[in-house]
């Protein structure tokens, strides 16, 4: 591989200078309906995505098997009003319902947009039947559209492409221009080419996805995540240097998966039917949850994590009761979320229709706390501001998080919001040959650094902190003795070696990493009670108390430190009196 | 490490540049269509199986490593809480 070593010498990065209204950082599934939406108000829009080219980039470049949608189909559950009365106690009273209220009431809207743009919600075996939709993770309805999503990004990618946007592929933005408390831009670089890009934007719409690579999985492969390991909480993370408020970030997340693979394509799974049982070949889900295997996600690795704890693993998911018909489907769709799903069970040597496999809990991620209608990020109001104006958020990086869905939905809005903030500002001043020159000098110094600290190794230390001190099971002292071991990394940031450009990307991914690991522990160690099945679990604290509990806890950057406020949700956690009692309620 | 995208080279004939920009990490490098496709960071491989899935020659094959196909870690490691050397969990494991 040596031949691919890069001659270039930081010198040799060009800069390019670029004029927009509304950048958008992130070309997933948020970032793409956040350029339709700045686009239709006339704004001049550039998108920057890490990733390959927009039609593909992003946590479900590769395919999606499902849509949460709301369509009216005459059923009780199927209304906005219904599942709003639920969202509540699905979030045990911490979110902000009138930034949900938002998602969901923009539900319906968003299927009709993305049908008109080219996506096919039917099922592909029976093109002229009803949507085929099933319930999970608690939610009280069959809501979840199952599809085949193998070019749902190619084609909402072609729709910002179409729109007019000027897109950077493969370029990472390092942090956001401010100027007098406002956005004034962002600088970013081609991580192949190190080209250098100095955007000048009014408007910021960030739109990072989730923050993986945080914790050690079954296998040791930092890379084997269950969500995308390329999605580092670069937005999150700006947001908190350039200002921002972030919220819900002691809320970690992850998901049930095939031992030693972390994967997606367990709600099939547990949505079709599943079992989840322990070694004595008990289904124990009901010890934690009325709902047992249909539960929230969140509570499902809670009962899977404390089942192994009390020494009844191994834990296995179990399809051999399903009819036929069922685990077709299941086998079919297997690929659409992960291709390489049947390839794994096939090297595996498992034959899922026949036998139980093993299972365990994924690494520890930082998205929605396991729940839908709540986000661990960048704090965001009904229109998707955050606490500066200029700045935007929408999707995983966003403290209003629900799938796909969700981004869709919550992105749109926040480029409709963007368009409008942006047009009606003064355009940013232009940057002098001076500070263009400091800025450049300053993304480039990794790549300078010769005989430094590797970013592997760096990356390693946070893992292991994070694993180690922090975890599923949480106590004051630890969680203290993290933060302190985090600030000792933080000072040795500036010996990261870079390498190449690729590596200047993973030298800034591996410092925003560290970033969310510090803020996951400082907002954790802030509440103190347990709340949320797995997603935050003091030992010190082991009860859930509203009286301490239903708050949202904030954080933000004051004088380079994270400081944590709070304040009531003046929401209830217990579920909502029935409106009716209709037949889809009751779990078959 | 064990190659985690195996590649081909003789049925890698088309000519194509799709394995490069359907990765969605910065993995498989193939510049131009007449240059092999060459697997630079397979440390960052996310096992998603999207290049062998939409290769049009299937020139392309996910290989899972052993600690992945038939891992042996203790998932109690995970958890935040310090296991014993003999594997045994600690008697003031809190009851949870």
């Known amino acids: 591989m040596s031949k691919f070593t890069d001659p270039l010498q930081p010198s040799d990065s060009p800069v390019h200078m670029i004029e927009a209204d509304v950048l958008v950082i992130g070309g997933g599934v948020a970032g793409c309906l956040a350029v339709v939406g700045a686009a239709k108000s006339g704004a001049r829009v550039v998108v920057c995505d890490k990733g390959g080219r927009i039609e593909r980039s992003g946590s479900v470049g590769g395919g999606v098997d499902h849509f949460f949608a709301i369509l009216h189909n005459g059923q009780e559950w ?46 592909p075996e029976a093109p002229d039947a009803p949507y085929y939709r099933h319930r999970v993770f608690g939610l009280p309805g069959e809501y979840t559209i199952n599809f085949d999503g193998s070019n749902f990004k190619h084609i909402i990618g072609r729709a910002a492409r179409q729109a007019g946007a000027r897109i950077l592929e493969r370029t990472m933005v390092k942090d956001v221009l401010m100027e007098e408390g406002r956005p004034r831009g962002a600088v ?8 250098v890009y100095l955007i000048l934007a009014r408007a910021v719409i960030l739109a990072t996805g989730d923050v993986n690579r945080l914790s050690r999985n079954a296998s040791g492969i930092p890379f084997d995540s269950w969500h995308l390991p390329y999605n580092t909480g670069d937005g999150q993370a700006m947001a908190l240097r350039a200002g921002a408020r972030l919220a819900n970030m002691e809320f970690t997340e992850s998901t049930l998966s095939p031992k030693g693979y972390s994967s997606q394509g367990m709600n099939a799974f547990v949505g079709g ?16 949850h009325p709902n047992g295997e249909r539960a929230r996600r969140t509570d499902l690795t809670h009962g899977v994590a404390t089942e192994i704890l009390e020494g009844r693993g191994p834990i296995y998911f179990d399809c051999r009761h399903l009819p036929p018909g069922d685990i077709d489907r299941l086998v079919n769709t297997l690929g659409v979320d992960r291709p390489a799903m049947p390839t794994f069970f096939k090297q595996k040597h498992i034959d899922l229709t026949r036998e139980p496999f093993e299972i365990s809990f994924t690494e520890l991620s930082v998205r929605r706390g396991g729940v839908y209608f709540r986000g661990s990020g960048i704090h965001i109001d009904p229109e998707g501001t955050s606490s500066i104006p200029g700045i935007f958020a929408a999707g995983d990086c966003s403290s209003m998080s ?105 030298v800034y991914e591996a410092r925003n990493i560290r970033m969310m690991a510090e803020t996951l522990a400082t907002t954790a160690l802030e509440r103190r009670e347990s709340r949320g099945g797995a997603a935050h679990v003091r030992v010190d604290f082991p009860q859930t108390d509203d009286q301490t509990g239903l708050r949202m806890f904030m954080v933000e950057m004051v004088e380079d430190e994270l400081q944590v406020t709070s304040r009531p949700t003046g929401l209830s956690s217990s579920p909502p009196e029935p409106i009716s009692r209709p037949s889809t309620l009751t779990e078959s | 490490m064990t190659m985690p995208i195996v590649i081909n080279e003789d049925a890698c004939t088309q000519g194509c540049t799709i394995c490069d920009y359907f990765c969605p990490g910065d993995i498989i490098y193939r510049i131009t269509p007449d240059q092999l496709p060459v697997v630079k960071y397979p440390d960052e491989c996310w096992y998603c199986g999207i290049c062998a899935d939409k290769c049009p020659t299937n020139a392309i ?32 494991t809190p009851e949870l």
Not at chain 1, 188 to 195: C, D, M, Q, S
Not at chain 2, 76 to 87: K, W
Request: proline share 6%; aromatic share 8%; with cysteine.
């Open chain 1, 78 to 123: 199927d209304t906005p009003d219904f599942l709003l009365n639920y969202i509540p106690s699905l979030t045990e009273g911490v979110t902000d319902l009138d930034v949900a209220e938002k998602l969901v009431r923009g539900l319906p809207e968003m299927v009709h947009m993305l049908e008109k743009m080219g996506v096919d919600f039917h099922d």
């Open chain 1, 402 to 506: 629900a799938g796909i869905a969700g981004a869709s939905v919550m992105g749109y809005l926040a480029g409709q919001s963007a368009g409008r903030y942006a047009v009606a500002q003064p355009p940013p001043t232009h940057l002098d040959k001076e500070q263009t020159a400091h800025i450049v000098k300053d993304v480039i110094r990794p790549l300078a650094m010769k005989g430094g600290l590797s970013f592997h190794a760096f990356e390693d230390e946070v893992r292991s902190i994070v694993t180690d001190y922090i975890g599923y099971r949480r106590e004051e002292r630890r969680m203290k003795e993290a933060i302190q071991r985090l600030k000792a990394l933080h000072n040795r940031e500036s010996d990261l070696e870079a390498g190449d450009h690729h590596g200047l990307m993973r």
């Open chain 1, 188 to 195: 970013a670089f081609n991580i192949r080419t190190g080209e």
């Open chain 2, 61 to 92: 094959t996910v290989i899972f490593p052993p600690q992945m196909l038939n891992c042996t870690t203790d998932v109690r490691t995970l958890l935040g809480i310090p296991v014993p050397d003999d594997g045994s969990m600690p008697d003031d």
């Open chain 1, 273 to 288: 039917g599943a079992y989840v049982i322990n070694s004595l070949g008990e289904r124990f889900m009901f010890r934690y």
